[in-house]
């Protein structure tokens, strides 16, 4: 029997037109009964990370995105290039998921939406964070699907139906990684 799996899905992006949302609302439009996806939305009202904040009470923001971590069986990734790294935006988001333990041994991928040759910066400025935080990256599943704006219909969706099901087969093989992974013997709760 498939297991169920919730999937967060956040956008590094917080431009209105983004390739990189319109990427990841195409992928959360799978339609499997065994996969539940949640778009984060809260990117830009995030308060800028202070240390000094990171305590009991958190921002009710920080708090939100926090719990919306712990409810999911994995995280997705989908985040443009700026200045050859992370976008400050979500760069700011890792950064309050230090100070809690949601994304230890929490598995995660991502999807680079750049043309070849584009976004490898903020890939690799992505896989060290997300190392750092102690995630588990789930290798198969971190792949490119190149969407350019050309790509977007008016209303910024994602027009091509064979790019939707190349997104929508990276939440699928997510999703195989992450019950793969908590099936793991050092995954199961003691």
């Not at 309050?96 to 598995?107: D, N, S």
């Not at 991502?110 to 690799?124: K, L, M, Q």
């Not at 400025?125 to 790509?151: F, N, Q």
């Amino acid at each position: 029997m498939t297991s169920d799996v919730r999937i967060l899905m956040i956008s590094g992006s917080t431009r209105a037109a983004s390739t990189n949302t319109a990427a990841i609302r195409a992928a959360d439009a799978i339609d499997d009964e065994h996969i539940t996806t949640v778009l984060y939305g809260g990117l830009a009202d995030l308060p800028a990370f202070n240390p000094d904040d990171d305590a009991d009470p958190l921002p009710p923001t920080v708090s939100e995105l926090r719990a919306q971590i712990a409810a999911a069986d994995g995280v997705l990734f989908c985040t443009p290039e700026y200045a050859g790294g992370l976008p400050g935006s979500l760069k700011n988001l890792l950064d309050w998921t230090v100070g809690g333990a949601e994304m230890y041994r929490k598995p995660v991928a991502w999807i680079s939406v750049a043309p070849e040759g584009r976004g490898n910066h903020a890939d690799t400025s992505l896989r060290t964070v997300l190392g750092y935080v102690g995630t588990t990256i789930i290798e198969p599943a971190g792949t490119r699907v190149t969407v350019a704006r050309a790509d977007l219909d008016p209303e910024g969706r994602v027009a091509s139906s064979d790019v939707r099901a190349r997104l929508q087969d990276v939440v699928r093989a997510f999703a195989e990684g992450v019950r793969t992974t908590s099936s793991a013997p050092d995954r199961q709760p003691t």
